[in-house]
């Protein structure tokens, strides 16, 4: 951005994309309803999930990756098919995150944002207890712009002071979920070296 800041991040294709396809596809129970099964414990049904729909971005940049269903068995429920693809979609968020830490070091805490985040029943619990973070959810729209705003008045009105943005309340990882998480995460690496494509580090674009 300028000689002593730097913006860094990641890219993916299919969060908002990826719950809008299943609520559209399958016959899922009422928001309220969803959240609440989602916020007991997963059955052995729960499918493993690339979540791929329009390819890769971060962190493998296989633009040719498609979705994978894996281990989908005759007792798999909508409700498995969607918990299987919230779980990917943190999987995509762990790796990010994973990558982001060696950058800038860990953090405890993250502000999220965005349509998805308000509209994905039980995305954010299980995006706490993946990333082991407390979660702040953001409800202004456009939150986005804000921080395009921020890197501004930096440079334009750097002594203004910064509005306050409205918030929801702070989601606290689940401790009891970290093994199943952490394993779940080991098999979805496992299906994504078996199945997507690797390509030339060298070709990959920065994160």
Known sequence: MNSRQSLVGGATND????????????????PDELARLLAAPPGDAVPL??????????????GSARATLHKVGFAATAVDLYRGTLEAIVWSFQRIAEQL?????PVDRASVGGRVTN??????????DGLGIDLVPVTIKRSTLRGTALVALDVIAPDEKRA????????RPRSDQADRLARRRAELDELYRAVVPAIPSGSRPPL
């Open 101 to 105: 830490a060696v950058v800038g070091g």
């Open 15 to 30: 969060v908002g994309r990826a719950t809008s396809w299943l609520q559209r596809e399958l016959r899922l129970p009422e």
């Open 49 to 62: 999930v690339l979540p791929f729909l329009t390819g890769e971005r971060s962190t493998g940049w296989v």
């Open 119 to 128: 509209e994905a029943p039980g995305l954010l619990p299980l995006l706490a």
């Open 164 to 171: 306050d943005v409205t918030t929801g309340q702070t989601i």
